[in-house]
């Protein structure tokens, strides 16, 4: 069974909702899953799982979140290759430009540390509707298809 590990960051409550949507179909397809608040977790707990998901917000003119940054500086120091990751957020695309760039932003940081990219990066517009949940359903999916691929 693989083991799944879902960080989030949050004001609004639409990131905790995108991480409990990856939460909730990752448990669906058979993995083992935890979900913390990324404030109260420590990026070494990565090195636990076989799946490493983040689900944040931007801030402002695309800042990650203050209460991340720590979570942020620290996962850049880990070695997660056998890992697969994934990146989803929740947005507002009245940024513009700085909308969901955090994504990306943990999108290179993963890549830094040598994990594999298990599903595209998925940007949500505010609230997840249908077609998010769907979206965010396709990422889960691929990211334990990745996982499988990798450990066969």
Not at 17 to 31: F, H, N, P, W, Y
């Amino acid at each position: 069974m693989a083991t799944a590990h879902v960080v989030f960051a949050t004001i609004t409550g639409n990131n905790e909702d995108v991480a409990d949507i990856v939460t909730e179909k990752l448990e669906d397809l058979g993995c083992q899953v935890t979900e913390t608040e990324i404030s109260q977790t420590d990026a070494a707990e990565f090195e636990n799982a076989d799946i490493c998901v983040v689900c944040a917000y931007t801030y402002d003119e695309g800042s990650l979140p203050d209460e991340g940054m720590d979570f942020y500086e620290d996962l850049q120091e880990l070695d997660l290759a056998g890992k697969v990751y994934g990146v989803a957020g929740s947005g507002d695309t009245f940024y513009g430009e700085y909308y969901n760039t955090t994504v990306d932003h943990f999108d290179h940081v993963f890549q830094m540390t040598g994990a594999t990219r298990g599903a595209a990066n998925v940007k949500i517009n505010l609230e997840p509707d249908q077609e998010a949940i769907d979206q965010l359903d396709q990422f889960a999916q691929g990211l334990v298809a990745t996982f499988q691929k990798q450990s066969s």
